[in-house]
């Protein structure tokens, strides 16, 4: 290994925060003791953008490959060919995802370790100050800021709190068939996993710089004319030869106008800030939305039809207009780091292949909701939160490169 390289300046990424100055030998020995895998993030001055070590060093791509060839120890001949047969499409697939999206390969990503908080006790003095963010005097400075994956657990508990009392509106028509009951109804069950989901993008902003009167600015403002715009393009397209073919794009096209109006200013320039505002207006877009149709299928088929469409329209949430608007602030935001104009933003093609994509989602869920609506909902649902984890793994890499940037200065 040459002495340039081997300079105790590089600093890497454990999968929760970036640790260093460590020189490349030493690099090598944490590998051999199996605290890093071969291909960990790494940087330094003079290479300052995040690269897995493998791609860097010599040494680390021939133990990686080495480590790769024994990757399938403890399976007999016939399950590793069947586990590669079945792994080969996948990895094309989330490939094909990764390219189109302009994200890259997860690095030290564990669904297990991050949301291994969601059950850890929290006191309400605890609670009030996790949310007390955004403004001059609770924004952290940048070297405080978090840099490795973020740990949500807030939105698990507004999900139970906000399913409870939904169930409490349900108990309470079901017992004393009182029609007073149902606006609540209709709007705790439209309501309950958009604002938790709201609540998960918040979590996942790790700058903290977006206040809570901005996300009720993103829920009042940016929903309701994402609502306002989409109901004239539909109008529009449905009267010309695209019909209701076009209704994904133009719903699409009209969350990002809303985005656009609510997200102006140059105090948010982080990609999880435009996730967060992104997810904001789509989740708000979906609880209006739900709540429409609900209301729709309680006059037409009455109770019970209502209480269906609560439910299903709740579970499909997570796989709908709150992570497709999510990928497209994130890519939106992506795009401004080269682009500060926001038109030139929008042309750019890092931007609008996500926004392409949002929309093939969308179009696609629009027409499995006769048939195989589960199946495919959970397959779509699955590839959005693949591009939308890709971007957050972008997000922390920008986060991380500033602070390298103003450590080194």
Same mark, same amino acid.
Request: proline share 4%.
């Given at each position: 290994?040459?002495?340039?390289?081997?300079?105790?300046?590089?600093?890497?990424?454990?999968?929760?925060?970036?640790?260093? /100055?460590?020189?490349?030998?030493?690099?090598?020995?944490?590998?051999?003791?199996?605290?890093?895998?071969?291909d960990?993030?790494?940087?330094?001055?003079?290479?300052?953008?995040?690269?897995?070590?493998?791609?860097?060093?010599?040494?680390?791509?021939?133990?990686?490959?080495?480590?790769?060839?024994?990757?399938?120890?403890?399976?007999?001949?016939?399950? +590793?060919?069947?586990?590669?047969?079945?792994?080969?499409?996948? !990895? !094309?697939?989330?490939?094909t995802?990764?390219?189109?999206?302009g994200?890259? !390969?997860?690095?030290?990503?564990?669904?297990?370790?991050?949301?291994?908080?969601t059950?850890?006790?929290?006191?309400?003095?605890?609670?009030?100050?996790y949310? &007390?963010?955004?403004?001059?005097?609770?924004?952290?400075?940048?070297?405080?800021?978090?840099?490795?994956? /973020?740990? /949500?657990?807030?939105?698990?508990?507004?999900?139970?709190?906000?399913?409870?009392?939904?169930?409490?509106?349900?108990?309470?028509?079901?017992?004393f068939?009182?029609?007073?009951?149902?606006?609540?109804?209709?709007?705790?069950?439209?309501?309950?996993? /958009?604002?938790?989901?709201?609540?998960?993008?918040?979590? #996942?902003?790790?700058?903290?710089?977006?206040?809570?009167?901005?996300?009720?600015?993103?829920?009042?403002?940016?929903?309701?004319?994402?609502?306002?715009?989409?109901?004239?393009?539909?109008?529009?397209?449905?009267?010309?030869?695209?019909?209701?073919?076009?209704?994904?794009?133009?719903?699409?096209?009209? !969350?990002?106008?809303?985005?656009?109006?609510?997200?102006?200013?140059?105090?948010?320039?982080?990609?999880?800030?435009?996730?967060?505002?992104?997810g904001?207006?789509?989740?708000?877009?979906?609880?209006?939305?739900?709540?429409?149709?609900?209301?729709?299928?309680?006059?037409?088929?009455?109770?019970?039809?209502?209480?269906?469409?609560?439910a299903?329209?709740?579970?499909?949430?997570? &796989?709908?207009?709150?992570?497709?608007?999510?990928?497209?602030?994130?890519?939106?935001?992506?795009?401004?780091?080269?682009?500060?104009?926001?038109?030139?933003?929008?042309?750019?093609?890092?931007?609008?292949?996500?926004?392409?994509?949002?929309?093939? #989602?969308?179009?696609?869920?629009?027409?499995?909701?006769?048939?195989?609506?589960y199946?495919?909902?959970?397959?779509?649902?699955? +590839?959005?939160?693949?591009?939308?984890?890709?971007?957050?793994?972008?997000?922390?890499?920008?986060?991380?490169?500033?602070?390298?940037?103003?450590?080194?200065?």
């Amino acid at each position: 290994m040459s002495p340039e390289t081997n300079r105790a300046d590089w600093h890497y990424f454990d999968g929760v925060e970036v640790r260093g /100055p460590v020189s490349a030998d030493e690099l090598m020995a944490l590998f051999a003791s199996g605290a890093v895998p071969p291909d960990v993030m790494v940087a330094n001055e003079s290479a300052p953008e995040w690269r897995a070590a493998n791609e860097v060093f010599e040494e680390f791509r021939a133990v990686s490959g080495v480590a790769q060839k024994h990757s399938l120890g403890g399976l007999d001949a016939d399950q +590793a060919a069947l586990l590669s047969y079945f792994n080969r499409p996948l !990895k !094309k697939v989330l490939g094909t995802l990764n390219q189109i999206a302009g994200t890259e !390969k997860l690095e030290g990503f564990s669904v297990r370790e991050m949301f291994s908080e969601t059950f850890k006790h929290r006191t309400a003095q605890e609670i009030e100050e996790y949310l &007390a963010v955004g403004t001059a005097r609770t924004t952290p400075s940048l070297s405080e800021i978090p840099n490795g994956w /973020p740990r /949500p657990w807030l939105f698990a508990r507004c999900l139970l709190l906000l399913g409870l009392t939904y169930g409490g509106f349900v108990f309470a028509y079901q017992s004393f068939d009182n029609q007073y009951l149902v606006p609540g109804l209709i709007l705790m069950g439209s309501f309950a996993v /958009p604002i938790s989901m709201i609540v998960l993008f918040f979590e #996942l902003n790790t700058p903290r710089n977006v206040s809570l009167y901005r996300l009720i600015v993103s829920v009042a403002v940016g929903g309701f004319a994402a609502l306002l715009i989409s109901m004239v393009g539909v109008a529009v397209g449905r009267a010309s030869w695209f019909g209701t073919s076009s209704d994904g794009a133009i719903e699409e096209l009209a !969350k990002l106008g809303a985005l656009v109006l609510i997200g102006r200013g140059s105090r948010y320039i982080y990609i999880l800030n435009g996730m967060l505002l992104g997810g904001a207006v789509g989740a708000s877009f979906a609880a209006f939305e739900s709540a429409g149709y609900a209301l729709d299928a309680g006059l037409e088929g009455g109770r019970s039809a209502m209480l269906q469409t609560i439910a299903l329209r709740g579970l499909i949430a997570p &796989a709908m207009h709150a992570a497709w608007t999510a990928m497209v602030g994130a890519a939106l935001w992506r795009a401004k780091r080269e682009h500060p104009n926001t038109l030139s933003a929008l042309l750019s093609p890092g931007f609008y292949r996500v926004l392409a994509l949002a929309m093939v #989602l969308h179009t696609a869920w629009n027409y499995s909701a006769d048939r195989f609506f589960y199946s495919i909902s959970i397959v779509l649902g699955i +590839a959005a939160w693949f591009v939308i984890s890709g971007l957050v793994q972008q997000g922390l890499r920008q986060v991380r490169a500033e602070q390298l940037v103003a450590t080194s200065c």
